[in-house]
């Protein structure tokens, strides 16, 4: 047992010391669900996070980065834990954290304590309201659901659409609710709207059935992938074949363990970033991306890419120097966010709204022989 | 009163009482000291008022599991009760209380009340039940709460209060603000449960468990516990008594939950699920049932341990898993009992007083 714990210690003390980067370095910190339910996204935005830092780490840039990612296993009450360990660990720059809820508690506590945050992926309106030092990456929700009505009737994707969405979460009522507004403004006919929620989300017969009866030619799945995988082998079982539509949460059902991807072959998806794209940016990260972690980067991981960068460009136009403190950062950066313009694998010519949104285009993907690509 | 209660009890007892509220009382004077000249790391004053929480959570729950003996799977249920009527309590409040300790103390009366008349309401069929037939109902009440509060809508507008279900139907009026937003919870929660507030919150809990346990009341719990059959024999009412303990544990939960929930910017009722309950019942299985002192130091540890053994990143959950056995092992050992207990000067006296009661 003795030498068990040992062992566990050395191999933790390794670690530590081989992010070591001595004094010049910016200490970055995010809090992320590295293990649980939602694991495949903080794990994304860690390690896409951690090939921008060792990218720049290896330039001769002047900004340095040491970067840390917490566990907060989804969970509000441990992402304010998280949070306050990479406060006593030094953290000078935040990246919030990956997902919603917890990203809604650790961004008060950015906001209190006067830590800027930059999150990736976190996109409920609420993570950024009322805050000034707190930024997005990624879309707000209600953008993506809106996004998604635009982008059917722009492309007539169909005009009788089904909609299966999760009642009990935040991110799918969301999404659903600007949806269904934009839908209506567009014209968009809604002709089955079906919920499920947690303990009930493994048979969706019920809601197939009404689709289908309905004549829905489009179902659109405002959903993360888990239950987005069973949707799509319950509908192929009772030979259902609409067209599929979802929004970023989908992203990651190819890397999905025990999936069949011919089931997901034809969905189409309204993701910010596409891992097909040609630019000489976008294939080094994904190459590098899968030589280190043995898969395709999902959005996620090119947010928190993306947000490493953001945060380069931004130090080096304020000309912040690593010894500065947390709140002197923090008024750079709020300047610097509210007034820059930012080329990234996740859309060019972003833009900041003092509110903390991003402004940037969505991309249209389908899944064509188990791979994303791009739509337009 | 107190005093001649305890004069009344029996010396171990009293003395086993005592301690609890010395150690408590020892123990935030030390944290709160170090915490106002900033000793203390972010991380663990973080955890101070969460600790408090579910201190009173084991509490409360030890009142019906380790002293009524009656096995409650859905404790968290009635946290989440308290934590969502708490918080809009005060919310509602904001303007017209501004101190805030004020605001929160009328929170958590809010949040226990809400949640003894839950309580009461699910203790009526609950307690038709025995044994495991009881745990999984009061687990299926807890899953019920969790799906009702995931589908309740709370508003407010110069109109006045407006409540729907399932779906947003509440049609606020200009200036109006949605206060509980079904599966999104609630957000913008102003933090103001603060540590001091919640060491008075633990000492009303064990006061108020304490003084239940002592009182003719705990006499029947207890007699229920050990023998149902011959305690009705004897004329004690049952029903009326178990409702007695499991509504004074839920109204402890309720005012834990407005306190925890007041502590975080957002909460959302997926947070106090089945994992929670367990949780708590860990902390009174692994403190001893019938211990409330040994309640109160396992939800501390065990809500420290896992921040602690965040160095050890992927092998943390592990180890957690595998300190929590090892200390289920080592409290349920007869012979590491006794090693302890010859560093007790009062475990000798102890046996004596009890040879002598007998």
């Known amino acids: 047992m003795k030498k068990f714990f040992a062992f566990v210690a050395a191999a933790a003390l390794v670690m530590t010391a081989g992010c070591a980067f001595g004094a010049n370095a910016f200490k970055l910190g995010g809090t992320g669900p590295l293990t649980g339910g939602a694991a495949i996204y903080g794990n994304a935005a860690k390690n896409g996070a951690q090939i921008a830092v060792d990218e720049i780490n290896a330039s001769d840039s002047k900004v340095k980065f040491e970067l840390l990612y917490e566990d907060d296993t989804h969970d509000a009450e441990k992402a304010v834990n998280a949070y306050n360990a990479l406060k006593d660990w030094g953290m000078q720059i935040s990246m919030g954290s990956v997902t919603s809820k917890p990203c809604e508690a650790t961004a008060a506590e950015n906001f209190s304590d006067r830590i800027f945050a930059l999150t990736p992926s976190a996109s409920a309106v609420a993570v950024t309201a009322g805050k000034d030092n707190v930024f997005q990456m990624c879309f707000v929700d209600p953008n993506q659901g809106s996004a998604s009505a635009q982008y059917i009737s722009d492309k007539a994707l169909g005009k009788k659409i089904a909609i299966i969405w999760k009642n009990d979460d935040v991110y799918s009522t969301g999404i659903h609710e600007t949806f269904i507004s934009k839908a209506k403004e567009l014209g968009l006919e809604v002709v089955s709207d079906m919920t499920f929620a947690d303990g009930n989300d493994t048979d969706f017969s019920v809601q197939l059935t009404d689709a289908k009866d309905k004549g829905a030619e489009l179902v659109f799945l405002p959903m993360y992938y888990q239950p987005a995988s069973l949707i799509l082998a319950q509908a192929a079982a009772v030979d259902y074949a609409p067209k599929w539509f979802g929004v970023d949460g989908m992203d990651g059902i190819l890397t999905m363990e025990g999936f069949d991807k011919s089931l997901a072959e034809g969905v189409i998806l309204l993701t910010p970033f596409n891992a097909d794209a040609k630019d000489i940016r976008t294939i080094n990260f994904v190459r590098e991306y899968k030589k280190r972690f043995g898969e395709v980067p999902n959005q996620f991981a090119a947010d928190s890419y993306d947000c490493v960068y953001a945060y380069k460009q931004a130090l080096e136009n304020s000309q912040a120097t690593a010894d500065m403190d947390a709140e002197t950062l923090c008024a750079k950066m709020i300047e610097q966010f509210t007034s820059m313009t930012f080329n990234g694998l996740t859309g060019s010519n972003m833009t900041w709204s003092k509110g903390g949104e991003v402004t940037k285009d969505p991309k249209g993907m389908i899944i064509k022989n188990g791979a994303y690509v791009g739509l337009d | ?358």
Do not use: W
């Not at chain 2, 005012?255 to 959302?268: D, E, H, P, Q, R």
């Open chain 2, 1 to 358: 009163m107190t005093m001649k209660r305890l004069i009344n009890l029996k010396r171990v007892e009293a003395r086993r009482i005592f301690i609890t509220y010395a150690l408590v009382t020892a123990a935030f004077v030390i944290l709160q000291v170090m915490s106002s000249t900033k000793i203390l790391s972010s991380s663990m004053r973080g955890m101070l008022v969460p600790i408090c929480a579910y201190m009173v959570m084991a509490v409360s729950l030890n009142l019906v599991v380790g002293v009524l003996g009656e096995l409650s799977l859905g404790h968290a249920g009635f946290m989440s009760i308290g934590a969502f009527s708490g918080v809009a309590a005060a919310m509602l409040l904001q303007n017209v209380i501004p101190f805030a300790p004020v605001r929160l103390a009328l929170a958590m009366v809010v949040a226990a009340v809400f949640a003894a008349i839950a309580g009461f309401l699910i203790g009526i069929p609950v307690f038709r039940l025995k044994g495991d037939y009881l745990a999984i109902v009061t687990l299926a009440f807890g899953e019920i709460i969790k799906s009702l509060l995931n589908n309740f809508y709370l508003g407010v507008d110069s109109g006045g209060l407006h409540f729907s279900m399932l779906v947003d139907n509440t049609r606020l009026l200009e200036g109006g603000k949605l206060i509980i937003r079904g599966p999104m919870g609630i957000s913008g929660i102003q933090k103001i449960s603060t540590f001091p507030m919640g060491f008075v919150l633990t000492l009303i809990a064990l006061a108020v468990v304490f003084n239940l346990v002592n009182s003719r009341g705990g006499r029947a719990f207890m007699a229920i516990r050990d023998d149902r059959i011959a305690a009705e024999s004897i004329g004690i009412n049952i029903m009326r008594y178990k409702m007695m303990a499991f509504v004074t544990s839920a109204a402890l939960a309720g005012a834990a939950g407005c306190l925890f929930a007041m502590n975080y910017s957002t909460i959302v009722a997926n947070k106090f699920d089945f994992n929670t309950s367990i949780l708590v019942l860990v902390f009174v299985v692994l403190g001893g049932q019938g211990n409330m002192l040994g309640s109160i130091v396992a939800a501390a540890a065990l809500t420290i341990l896992p921040e602690k053994l965040r160095q050890f990143a992927d092998y943390r959950m592990l180890l957690y898993a595998i300190v929590l056995i090892m200390a289920m092992l080592v409290a349920n050992n007869l012979t590491v009992r006794r090693f302890f207990d010859r560093f007790n000067p009062f475990a000798n006296r102890e046996e004596e007083e009890d040879d002598i009661s007998r």
